[in-house]
């Protein structure tokens, strides 16, 4: 039996399958693109709720293997060498877990960088600023006073869309021309896109209709059964 235990985590959140993948994650947008990149591959995994809203992911065992105390992160029993793999940072495990499988991450070299840099854009783009509205929109940012912050990323999330639905015009996916090929780039943006309606209601103020491109790719995203089964991982309490 492969033996996790020099890693407090697994005390905290204990294996029942240490010898699976371990997930730790909540199904926000950044939790559910490693569940539905899992479910793509059929990697064998287990998953462990930690619950942001009860703050686990600041609890000593999960910054010990975090630092940055945010969700997600693996450790991989059968990591490089065939030695346990600690890992944080969504878009790190999702070119990770590419490489390890040998999919959704094209081996041709302009196609691979022309997927990361789709896979950065949604990191250092659409991920901050679309939680930054739902934050003003939704959540507790709704108290300040003032609707210049909100104003702010209303405005940026308009024209990062406005980016992704002038990138999709003829294409089915993020990477490739025509038909493409689905990739991480979408894994990584398809819950940002999918939370701007579910969790922060917002498609009316954003006016999500006029990007069109962008509510047609989500809908192909959405029918593939790994997407539908990794939104759902892990179930929430």
């Not at 783009?125 to 209303?154: N, S, V």
Request: glycine residues 10%; proline residues 8%; contains cysteine.
């Amino acid at each position: 039996m492969t033996d996790l235990s020099a890693f407090p985590i697994t005390r905290r959140w204990v294996p029942a399958h240490p010898d699976r993948l371990q997930l730790y994650a909540f199904p926000t947008p950044n939790g559910v693109k490693i569940s539905i990149m899992l479910e793509e591959i059929g990697l064998p995994y287990e998953a462990h709720l930690v619950d942001i809203g009860q703050n686990e992911s600041k609890d000593p065992a999960f910054v010990s293997f975090n630092p940055n105390g945010r969700i997600p992160a693996i450790l991989d029993p059968d990591g490089p060498g065939g030695q346990p793999l600690p890992l944080w940072e969504s878009g790190a495990i999702l070119v990770y877990l590419a490489e390890k499988s040998g999919r959704l991450l094209a081996a041709d070299p302009a196609v691979r960088y022309e997927t990361l840099q789709w896979v950065f854009f949604q990191m250092s783009g659409i991920g901050p600023m679309f939680g930054q509205l739902g934050y003003f929109h939704k959540h507790a940012g709704r108290e300040i006073e003032g609707r210049r912050p909100l104003d702010r990323y209303l405005a940026e999330t308009q024209r990062l869309l406005g980016v992704l639905d002038a990138r999709l015009k003829g294409r089915s996916w993020l990477v490739g021309d025509g038909a493409g090929e689905y990739s991480i780039a979408d894994i990584a943006t398809l819950g940002w896109v999918r939370a701007l309606e579910t969790s922060y209601q917002a498609g009316e103020m954003i006016g999500l209709i006029n990007y069109p491109q962008v509510t047609s790719w989500l809908e192909r995203c959405l029918a593939r059964p790994a997407v539908q089964r990794g939104l759902l991982v892990p179930v929430r309490p």
